[in-house]
Nanobody, 112 residues
Framework: QVQLVESGGALVQPGGSLRLSCAAS????????MIWQRQVPGKLREFVAA???????NYRDSVKGRFTISRDNAKNTVYLQMNSLKPEDTAVYYC??????WGQGTQVTVSS
């Protein structure tokens, strides 16, 4: 049984930082591309970042220089370090794999 469990979402002030974690089980973790997406109610889910098997990363333009995706294959965990957060980063953040597995999401709210 595949499980992806996100954690770390919270309410944070603009300019603040958060680190999201996603613990995976039931998959051969190091064989998968790991992806973060986010969704605001009423809008389509959007790509945020991805990390490939070789550690190569990719980001949407609006988060480049502020967000960092990383993975720890020994812990079957992918992270999203988010700095200089803006109100427009407010969303439910989901982690998933390139093979279509997704977690339940964690809420990030950026507000003063």
């Amino acid at each position: 049984q595949v499980q992806l469990v996100e954690s770390g979402g919270a309410l944070v002030q603009p300019g603040g930082s958060l680190r999201l974690s996603c613990a995976a089980s039931g998959i051969i973790f190091d064989q998968h591309v790991m992806i973060w997406q986010r969704q605001v109610p009423g809008k389509l889910r959007e790509f945020v970042a991805a990390i490939y098997r070789d550690g190569t990363t990719n980001y949407r333009d609006s988060v480049k220089g502020r967000f960092t995706i990383s993975r720890d294959n020994a812990k079957n965990t992918v992270y999203l370090q988010m700095n200089s957060l803006k109100p427009e980063d407010t969303a439910v953040y989901y982690c998933g794999t390139n093979t279509g597995y997704w977690g339940q999401g964690t809420q990030v709210t950026v507000s003063s």
